[in-house]
T-cell receptor, first 110, second 115 residues
């Protein structure tokens, strides 16, 4: 069984702070996707990473895929209240279903 | 724009009733997935289709659940004889097989409450 563990489960910070959330597994994935989900809505895709060691930047968000393709991190610089939400990582094995972590709930206060 | 849409967005039903949800994927996407998400958890896979063929079903999909994608476009998920444990957010996603990664795009979900 493939499992993705996310940490921390919950993070409450002030506007302007930096943060990193982690996604770890003992399994190798061919791709890893990060989503953000707001209450009562579906997950919205942020990024897909596919190459070990790959780093992608999306404005203030930096995503990294581990060299062994078993782990990933999401770093947010100067967090804003609009970044509040549930951050989910999901691992894929080619053309198949996704395995999701439980998510990191981020609360950014003004 | 034509992202993934789901209908209804919310459904409240009494235990023992049948419910049906609809998902319309992104128009050129040939793969369609159903997931279930409960509070505090990430989405859990239920089943997926490639075109009209149902290729995989999770052990979570009991015999009270049935999904169809008759023409390879929209899909329906039916739950018969609903139970309180069926209360969850039901999410649909679609993807286009043939690109280098199977990136899935999600709809807004249908929130089911079984009383």
């Amino acid at each position: 069984t493939q499992l993705l563990e996310q940490s921390p489960q919950f993070l409450s910070i002030q506007e302007g702070e930096n943060l990193t959330v982690y996604c770890n597994s003992s399994s190798v994935f061919s791709s890893l996707q990060w989503y953000r989900q707001e209450p009562g809505e579906g997950p919205v895709l942020l990024v897909t990473v596919v190459t070990g060691g790959e780093v992608k930047k999306l404005k203030r968000l930096t995503f990294q895929f581990g060299d062994a393709r078993k782990d990933s991190s999401l770093h947010i610089t100067a967090a804003q209240p609009g970044d509040t939400g549930l951050y989910l990582c999901a691992g894929g094995q080619g053309y198949s279903t996704l395995t999701f972590g439980k998510g990191t709930m981020l609360l950014v206060s003004p | 724009d034509t992202g993934v849409s789901q209908d209804p967005r919310h459904k409240i039903t009494k235990r023992g009733q049948n419910v049906t949800f609809r998902c319309d994927p992104i128009s050129e996407h040939n793969r369609l997935y159903w997931y279930r998400q409960t509070l505090g958890q990430g989405p859990e896979f239920l089943t997926y289709f490639q075109n009209e063929a149902q290729l995989e079903k999770s052990r979570l999909l009991s015999d009270r659940f049935s999904a169809e994608r008759p023409k390879g476009s929209f899909s329906t998920l039916e739950i018969q004889r609903t139970e309180q444990g069926d209360s969850a957010m039901y999410l649909c996603a679609s993807s286009l097989m043939g690109v280098s990664t199977d990136t899935q795009y999600f709809g807004p979900g249908t929130r089911l409450t079984v009383l």
